[in-house]
């Protein structure tokens, strides 16, 4: 049978591209991809580039009260939210346009609408159209979810948060993820005043329980109003008329699960995202999706339909774009090179854009305990750049260490530029680096980082 593509993509977000780009402009393939929104996805449009441009931007409140410490002369008049956000959009326009133009060179056709699968080997876009393709790849991504409570839409989520009319001056977020975390941390230093609600006994579940607390206690410390064990009940609107992205004008009244009453101009809502699979005639087709809405796939990112696959944050395997990026390569390897290629999701580094950054790589102290008796070498202390100007920051560095082999099972680092120091710390860890190997490692001094080749006894056996 003569298909129309090789491959039809069905999304374009850093996997879906690089699938299809690599796959086009590397083995020849006949390509064809479809997007419906923008090209980038989640990462360039709306989650990683234009949190971490706004992460830098909130950090430059603190700088300059500290710079005025080191001794220079410092005018501080208050952030300009339309002037950033105008830049901002103005970069992410720019980087959809080098996503268009790496598909263009490559020689991928790219259809600027919503597509759906229609059979094993058939892609149908919105205006009707019909094109066939020896293999589908689906890499639609995932998207926020509401909570079911009574009026969630006057809340926002992470999709609507960087095209915000004006910076909110009281903001509820609600989660305990590293999304609620790090925008509590961003708006918190912009200006608003932050109230977090998050219905867990400690936010960001599922990391180290030590750098956990560590992180609550700063983002307490520096004016984030922490509300632990509450979820939002109900909402109204205090008053005037609103809109999603402008406040209503006597805000927004919350009810919560404590029994309180509180009113913000706006309330983000960042309590975890689903696999965009919605619509897309996966089930008619045979593939099979998972109980969160994901699709099912093997190591391979092969679906239970020989001809489709699936790649990223659709199928909730890690929801991390260098992942998705890493499992679109191997799927290129794979199907278009004939070198069957399985996707290394073991020793993940990661950062969480916190204010300080939380890098970690590996297991955490409770999960390495739980496997085999391990050691625990954890230090916190003032950074010198922290200390001179009488700062109570503090910095963490944690190894969690195998009793029996010695290995490094977890790296933890909560501290500025943690998710710079935690690529590196990955690569020692993924070779599979002893403890004695981080020993042997001269300090570069004067460093934060010296601390973790300098911990010589452990503060804990389990």
């Known amino acids: 049978m003569e298909f129309d593509f090789d ?60 710079a005025a410490d080191y001794g220079w002369e410092v005018k501080i008049r208050g ?18 346009g080098v996503y268009n133009g790496l598909l263009e060179n490559a020689g991928v056709r790219v259809f600027a609408r919503r597509a759906m699968v229609a059979d094993a080997h058939s892609v149908r876009l919105a205006d009707g159209k019909t094109f066939t393709a020896k293999h589908i790849l689906i890499a639609t991504g995932g998207r926020p979810a509401l909570p079911e409570i009574g ?58 329980d030590e750098a956990r607390g560590h992180i609550a206690e700063h983002m307490e410390r520096h004016g984030i109003d922490i509300h632990l064990g509450t979820t939002v009940l109900g909402m109204d609107r205090a008053g005037g008329a609103g809109g999603l992205l402008h406040k209503p004008a ?32 996966l089930e008619a087709a045979g593939v099979e999706l998972g109980r969160r809405g994901e699709v099912v796939v093997d190591e391979y990112s092969q ?44 020793l993940i580094p990661s950062a969480v854009f916190t204010q300080p950054e939380y890098g970690s790589v590996g297991l955490t102290e409770d999960e ?9 070498y954890c230090t916190t202390f003032r950074p010198m750049h922290k200390a001179f100007i009488g700062r109570e920051d ?12 010695r290995r490094v099972l977890g790296v933890h680092i909560v501290a500025d530029h943690a998710g710079e120091m935690i690529q590196l710390a990955g690569v020692a860890v993924k070779m599979g680096a002893t ?9 570069v001094h004067p460093t934060m980082s010296e601390e973790l080749v300098t911990l010589k006894s452990p503060v804990r056996t389990l």
């Open 303 to 346: 679906t239970a339909v020989p001809s489709i696959y699936a790649i990223g944050d659709v199928t909730d395997r890690v929801q991390l774009t260098p992942v998705a990026i890493r499992e679109g390569m191997a799927f290129v390897e794979t199907v278009f090179r004939g070198n069957p290629t399985p996707v290394d999701h073991e």
């Open 250 to 281: 006597g805000g927004i009244e919350v009810r919560s699960s404590t029994g309180d009453t509180f009113t913000f101009d706006q309330v983000l809502f960042a309590t975890g995202r689903i696999p965009n699979t919605a619509g897309l005639g």
């Open 7 to 66: 491959l039809f993509v069905i999304g374009g977000g850093s996997g879906g591209v690089r699938a299809a780009r690599v796959a086009a402009g590397e083995t020849g393939a006949r390509v064809g991809l479809a997007e419906e929104s923008r090209l980038g996805g989640t990462c360039v449009i709306r989650g990683c580039v234009p949190k971490k441009l706004m992460v830098f931007a909130s950090e430059y409140a603190k700088g300059m009260h500290e």
């Open 151 to 208: 009026n969630a839409g006057l809340g926002i989520t992470s999709n609507e948060v960087f095209h915000l009319d004006e910076l909110p001056r009281r903001l509820l977020i609600v989660g305990g993820g590293y999304i609620a975390c790090e925008m509590a941390c961003i708006f918190n230093g912009l200006g608003s005043k932050v109230t977090q609600f998050y219905r867990g006994a400690q936010i960001l579940r599922g990391f180290d």
């Open 394 to 405: 503090r910095v963490l560095m944690k190894l969690v260490v195998s009793k029996a082999t």
């Open 79 to 96: 952030f300009d939210w339309p002037r950033f956000r105008k830049r901002l959009e103005a970069e992410l326009d720019r980087l959809e």
């Open 435 to 443: 403890k004695e190997d981080f020993d042997r490692t001269v300090a």
């Open 368 to 376: 390495a305990a739980a496997r085999e008796p391990v050691e625990i």
